[in-house]
């Protein structure tokens, strides 16, 4: 549970930096210094003895002055704890309500909107902040109203708040949407809750802060509320006509890296497992972002779609139909800003290669009620320049056929119905274009293809060997006798030279998911390109190491899963190495540096 806290916290933190939320920080920050001019104005020291016309004197004279002290200004409190409670609680059970009450799936955008507009009149208007302040009426302070005020704030921005999405968010909403809200998904949710609230809240009182100290704007404070006022109703109408989405994508992702390190890390998914079955688990061979194509089993079937478009007659498209095509089915969402700056790349390579064989599913998997609505999904399409066919996932039934976890997310599928790669979030799309074409190779060695689209195309044969698992779903580069899980079997190495990041076995293996076991005879090759290569090993016995042939060491093995070095060369070099492996040892990853 601890373990769950953390992530959601992370999770949270890294998303309240994310460009996605940009469009609602300047609100955040002016709503955090409005509302403290008029108050301060009355409260200061020695205003009633200004009010009473020339008796200031006559007063100090009676009397020392006591300072009144000017009521605290909380609306950053209440901003922020508005916008944490309405996001949180509406992404969990939003779409429960509004589906049980009937109600258009977008009703809540359209709440949000409003509530955003009236506020902003309101801090124009003052006969509508009054009307804005009655539900609070009953509660005698008046300070007590305004911060009301700004709570009812803070819950609509959360009903506009669409954060860059990753699988912590993913994992909330897709069980809001499905209504299957447990102990661990309710705890995931308020500790994210917790970890967006508290970058809000720093920049809420930051405004606060300035507002405070800078005497023009107690000076000005009708003009700073104005100001404000027109921000939002600025910011609603940018919203409603979705011109913030132009300046979000023309902005780097510069939080992606982060997010992935932490959400999709061993521990994260381990925690987030939960959404997913045993289905379809031969995906888990393939690798986000992997520098090589691989088998990962038989592409799912686009199954519990609600509608098409973009087809003809909007009539559903059967993947087995493009058996001999190349295929690139890629999860996005319409408002998703990681999705939308996706498209151009998507578009490039629809116009270069599909008289070449490819073809581009998309899958539409909301992550937001509003999503779901076909007339928004359609036009946000057309804003985009989206005109591959398109299926609507609202109910994530492909999502999960797929075992995905993020928005956007392509799988790219051979011209035999089988998943060979695919890549998670935004970035490496010369690595993604350059399987694309090997693929249309594969499907047609006689196929005549354009220039790239991306000039930037990387070199798979890179300068270190990547990071190597001895799992049965999760190897890289292997080569020679079929893998059989979880049974002992004989291998033979493959006759000729090992390719560079290619591995191997001989003798008897049994290839586990945790870790590949030594039998009688076992002996394992790998071609490396690094200055020293490294194997985590378990177990009692000895290890013998050969680098081109000639034997360099012997390694003696003991207790569990450890770290060995096997070569540490001054300069990288490409060389073959062969470990002679002892019966019951226990190989787990190769590492290289």
Known sequence: MITLVLIGVLGGLITAVSPCILPVLPVVFLAGGTGQGDDDATSAPGAKGAEAGGGGKVATALAPAAPVRAPRNRRPYAVVAGLVVSFAFFTLLGVTIISALGLPQDILRYVGLALLLLIGLGLILPPVERLLEKPFARIPQRQVNKEGSAFALGLGLGLLYVPCAGPVLAAITIAGARGEISTDIV??????????????????????????????????????????????????????FDVTAAIQRALPDYTSGVQKKIEDSDAARQQLSGLYDDSNKELSRCEDGADELRSCGKAPALEGIDS??????????????????????????????????????????????????????????????????????????????????????????????????????????DAEGTVRYFKFGEGQYDRTEKMIRELLRQANPAVVLPDPTDRAMDDLAADRTPETYLSNLRIRGYTGTPLVDDKPTAYRFPKGTLPLNKLSLDGTWTAGYENFTAGRDARLAITY????????????????????????????????PTLYRLTDDRDARTARLELRVDEGLQAYVFTFG
């Open 529 to 560: 390109r690094a200055k020293n290569a490294n194997v985590v090993l378990a177990g009692t016995g000895k290890v013998t190491v050969l680098v081109n042939g000639e034997a360099t060491k012997t390694i003696t093995v003991t207790g569990s």
């Open 308 to 413: 098409w478009f973009n087809t003809p007659g909007d009539r559903p498209v059967d993947l087995k139909s493009l058996r001999g095509k190349v295929t690139l089915v890629d999860f996005w969402t319409y408002s998703c800003i990681n999705c939308q700056r996706a498209v151009p790349h998507l578009r490039d390579w629809e116009r270069a290669y599909k008289d070449a064989g490819l073809r581009i599913i998309g899958v539409h998997s909301p992550e937001f009620a509003f999503e779901k609505k076909r007339s928004n999904v359609v036009s946000g399409a057309e804003k985009l320049g989206v005109t591959w066919p398109v299926a609507l996932d609202n109910d994530l039934t492909a999502w999960d056929n797929y075992r995905n976890r993020f928005w956007p997310a392509k799988y790219l599928i």
């Open 187 to 240: 705890v995931l949710t308020l500790s994210f809750a917790v970890g967006t609230a508290v970058p809000l809240l720093v920049f809420a009182l930051a405004g606060r802060r300035v507002a405070a100290r800078i005497t023009a704007f107690r000076r000005r404070a009708r003009g700073l509320r104005i100001a404000a006022g027109s921000l939002m109703i600025v910011l609603a109408l940018g919203l409603a």
